[in-house]
T-cell receptor, first 113, second 115 residues
Framework: AQSVTQLGSHVSVSEGALVLLRCNYS??????LFWYVQYPNQGLQLLLK??????LVKGINGFEAEFKKSETSFHLTKPSAHMSDAAEYFC???????????FGGGTRLMVKP | DSGVTQTPKHLITATGQRVTLRCSPR?????VYWYQQSLDQGLQFLIQ???????AKGNILERFSAQQFPDLHSELNLSSLELGDSALYFC??????????????FGPGTRLLVL
């Protein structure tokens, strides 16, 4: 069964600093990979996704992620954190054979002024 | 705003009761997915409907059931409620049936509290 691991349930950065949120998946077949963001009291919003093609994926709000098959990783980065980036971030995977998203445990990003 | 609506926003009920959560997908979307978000289990897929028919099933309890109506809205029925059913229930929708590649758009959720 597929699984997703997000290292660090809480990450704190200073405003303007690099954001790095880690995601690793376990799979024997190529996955489709997603990052979602959840702001307080709101639903999930898609940041970016990787299905096929270029392994560096750019998303909304300046975020990007790189699919590294050899490392089974899909880490999310943003060069410069903004206060409005404070939220919970979820990595998710799906597979061609299935329709469901399997989510990681989430990482709460805190941005300090 | 994703275009997916869920009602009610909040629901407080007692153990043993039954509740119905409602979801309207984005205009044009044929698939509806239900997810449960709880502190101990995280975000878990429950079930998917596509154009009125069940398409995929996840970790959905037998006490829970869902359906999708001809107008494509969906309802999730939770019965014999237990304290552990307290959670945030999300509905998501997508255009087609292949949720694996498609973007799923999430509603704001229904927060259920079982006392």
């Amino acid at each position: 069964a597929q699984s997703v691991t997000q290292l660090g349930s809480h990450v704190s950065v200073s405003e303007g600093a690099l954001v790095l949120l880690r995601c690793n998946y376990s799979s024997s077949v190529p996955p489709y990979l997603f990052w979602y963001v959840q702001y307080p009291n709101q639903g999930l919003q898609l940041l970016l996704k990787y299905t096929t093609g270029a392994t560096l994926v750019k998303g909304i709000n300046g975020f990007e992620a790189e699919f590294k098959k050899s490392e089974t990783s899909f880490h999310l980065t943003k060069p410069s954190a903004h206060m409005s980036d404070a939220a919970e971030y979820f990595c998710a995977v799906s597979y061609n054979a299935g329709n469901m998203l399997t989510f990681g445990g989430g990482t709460r990003l805190m941005v300090k002024p | 705003d994703s275009g997916v609506t869920q009602t009610p926003k909040h629901l407080i009920t007692a153990t043993g009761q039954r509740v119905t959560l409602r979801c309207s997908p984005r205009s044009g979307d044929l698939s509806v997915y239900w997810y449960q978000q709880s502190l101990d289990q995280g975000l878990q897929f429950l079930i998917q409907y596509y154009n009125g028919e069940e398409r995929a099933k996840g970790n959905i309890l037998e006490r829970f059931s869902a359906q999708q109506f001809p107008d494509l809205h969906s309802e999730l029925n939770l019965s014999s409620l237990e304290l552990g059913d307290s959670a945030l229930y999300f509905c998501a929708s997508s255009v087609g049936s292949r949720g694996s590649q498609e973007t799923q758009y999430f509603g704001p959720g229904t927060r259920l509290l079982v006392l």
